[in-house]
């Protein structure tokens, strides 16, 4: 078995080299706030080596933190730990890592996201596991000049079939990286089978959205247990069908299955078939048109709205507002009396009360008398951390339209 990386240098704390802070600046970071901006740094003592690991300081030259350092980068230092003391070293990361991965324990998921970046005190890296292989993506310089050490502890802590990198995200354009994937340990199909919630589906660890699959949607899937008898549901913007899946399997009169990818349709299909559900119709179409289409009226018990993020970026809020009330409000104006309507935002800039306002609206120009019945986040094995609100990216409001 062979591991395969294209850095073998080991780096450790560099004593020399340090972020001088502006005046306060230290507050959110000694409160857990993970990250230096470049316009809170007065100055830097010792020669620059971006990747590498440097103290911060705050005004008065005293220790705030450790972590890496990037100046090519907007965030200029990802906080890798608040102790002094601490030895920055393979036994920091393998010992973080295994904190991490024992929570996850915990929780029993077979398949899961181990290790979540900053939330788990690991900037730019994250690890999910498929059944027996792992899924990961390198997105910081600090955790891409480390790969081989992350690698060889992945190895010994969880002893996967096989690894493959992800690192194919536009956040590394930021760090000055390259988007890149491919094997770091092993090579196996790519495509692998797991199981969620006793359900059969083919992951593509390669070509699949995000590290192959949306594994924060768990407990929100297996949800549908209380709602999906009976009832005919949309799964709109399905993907691989995991929600659809999950309605059939909870007794589902029937479920269409709409997304624009042929692929993701194909998929569906291909999933739906792996366990025997016959009431699953994948339909190829532009969501948005199909939702506006009346001969849909009164058609569905459920609808659940699981968009792509529609906005990455702050500038792009206002359009994004737009898109989302746009599918609420069709939404609304579909559903049966006495339905439900699960709607989702995997956006962080689409604020928990942003989400909850523009919902709002699109209640109120559907002209539909609703009760709010659940309000739900991503799953436990993506923390967030308290002073890091962007981390909690994935809301979920569930509806009940009269």
């Known amino acids: 078995m062979k591991t395969i990386s294209n850095y073998d240098k080991i780096y450790w704390v560099s004593i020399m080299l340090s972020v001088i802070l502006n005046k306060n600046e230290e507050i959110n970071i000694i409160n857990g706030y993970p990250w230096v901006f470049s316009n809170e740094i007065n100055n830097f003592t010792g020669e620059i080596k971006n990747g590498e ?7 008065d030259k005293r220790f705030v933190a450790y972590g890496f350092l990037n100046t090519s980068s907007k965030i200029m230092v990802r906080i890798l730990s608040l102790n002094e003391d601490e030895v920055i070293n393979k036994d920091f990361f393998k010992r973080r890592i295994k904190y991490a991965i024992d929570h996850r324990i915990n929780l029993g998921f077979n398949s ?19 059944d027996d292989y792992l899924s990961v993506s390198f997105l910081s310089l600090g955790m891409e000049m480390i790969k081989k050490d992350i690698v060889d502890i992945l190895i010994e802590l969880v002893n996967p079939k096989g690894i493959y990198e992800r690192s194919d995200s536009p956040v590394r354009l930021k760090e000055g990286l390259e988007e890149v994937k491919g094997y770091l340990y092993n090579e ?14 083919y992951v593509d660890l390669k070509d699949g959205q995000k590290t192959g699959y949306f594994l924060d949607q ?27 899946l999950h309605a059939a399997k909870y007794k589902a009169k ?51 709205l699981d968009p792509p993020a529609f ?18 409000l069709q939404a609304l104006k579909l559903i049966k009396h006495g339905g439900y309507l699960f709607t989702f935002s995997c956006s962080q800039h689409m604020t928990m009360s942003l989400f909850y306002d523009t919902i ?10 609703v009760a709010l019945v659940d ?28």
């Not at 297996?222 to 069908?241: C, E, M, P, Q, T």
């Not at 709409?258 to 366990?275: F, T």
């Not at 702050?314 to 737009?322: G, L």
């Open 311 to 328: 906005t990455k970026d702050k500038s792009t809020v206002k359009k994004a507002i737009k898109g989302y009330k746009e599918i609420n």
């Open 188 to 201: 196996f199909d790519p495509v692998v089978l797991i199981e969620e919630d006793d359900i059969k589906m």
């Open 53 to 59: 690991v440097c103290k911060v300081l705050n005004f």
């Open 218 to 244: 768990k407990l929100n899937r297996d949800i549908l247990r209380l709602y999906a008898k009976d009832n005919v549901v949309l799964d709109a913007f399905s993907n691989v069908g995991g929600f659809a």
């Open 254 to 304: 029937y479920v269409d299955a709409c997304d624009i990818s042929k692929k993701a349709c194909d998929d569906i299909k291909r999933n739906a078939i792996l366990n025997g559900f016959d009431n699953i119709n994948p339909i190829c179409v532009d969501v948005f048109d199909y939702l506006r289409d009346e001969k849909n009226k009164n058609k569905y018990d459920i609808i659940i």
């Open 360 to 369: 709002k609206e699109a209640v109120r120009d559907s002209k539909r008398n």
């Open 112 to 130: 899961t996201r181990l290790v979540f970046s900053e939330a788990d005190r690991l900037p730019g890296l994250i690890v999910d596991k498929y």
């Open 375 to 402: 309000f739900r986040i991503q799953a436990p094995d993506h923390p967030s951390l308290m002073e890091s609100i962007e981390q909690l990216y994935l809301k979920c409001i569930i509806l009940r339209v009269e």
